[in-house]
């Protein structure tokens, strides 16, 4: 009997459209959607997956792994707002995970985070952290990560999604990139930063609206500015859709 593939997690930059993604994800029907487990975790000090309660990364790693095993293949994503110490020292995150990345440039990243959350620290916007999970993938396993863009997603769903599903070894499913609009239970307790998500029915490029931008806030400049070579040379590795 041949082994269950890997279970797939999405690592994302805060506001990089990466609920969205997931959004398709769960419309597709045949994955066990986890919504940020892990930062989740860090909150509240414990994160319920198919009835069971873990209280550390590393147990909740485990069962994820479990599930997986018994024939539901899941796929998790979370965002660099957060550390993941522990996590990052257990080597089943590089062995028996397929690790993916998702960037958005940042100016507009930073913006729409700042409208959501203007008292977020300068590690808060997630570039910097993002990168070096990268660099532990991709030193733990000799290969280069797969990386998507938010801004390819919006501009060539399809293509890019398709490609997503090529590499990490599900089947494209076209039903998957509409759904019908509302929220979801095990997005709640964060759902106000998953509005746009909620409201919608697909993937659809809108124009910023945000009063503040590193245009207009000092502030955010500098932190654009920071976090700029960290989102260059993850960009570097992105898919580009055809």
Request: charged share 25%.
């Amino acid at each position: 009997m041949s082994a269950a593939p890997k279970p797939i997690l999405l690592w994302a930059v805060p506001r990089s459209r990466s609920t969205a993604f997931l959004r398709i994800m769960l419309e597709r029907g045949d994955l066990e959607v986890v919504h940020e487990p892990f930062s989740y975790l860090q909150v509240d000090g414990h994160f319920e997956l198919t009835g069971r309660r873990a209280t550390s990364a590393v147990e909740l790693l485990g069962m994820m792994l479990e599930v997986n095993a018994d024939g539901r293949r899941v796929f998790a994503k979370d965002t660099s707002d957060y550390t993941y110490t522990p996590l990052l020292e257990d080597e089943r995150l590089f062995t028996d995970v397929i690790n993916t990345f998702m960037i958005r440039e940042p100016r507009s990243a930073i913006a729409s985070h700042y409208a959501m959350n203007p008292e977020a620290t300068l590690d808060e916007y997630g570039f910097e952290y993002l990168h070096a999970i990268f660099d532990a993938v991709r030193s733990a396993t000799g290969e280069v990560p797969l990386v998507i863009d938010g801004d390819d997603l919006v501009a060539n769903p399809e293509a890019t999604v398709r490609a997503y599903c090529e590499r990490v070894g599900l089947e494209f499913v076209p039903e998957a990139m509409r759904w019908d609009p509302g929220q979801q239970t095990n997005w709640q307790r964060t759902d106000r930063w998953h509005a746009e998500v909620a409201e919608s029915s697909g993937l659809v490029a809108k124009a910023s609206g945000h009063r503040e931008t590193p245009d207009t806030n000092e502030h955010l400049r500098r932190v654009a500015e920071h976090h700029q070579p960290f989102y260059d040379a993850l960009a570097r590795h992105r898919l580009c859709p055809g």
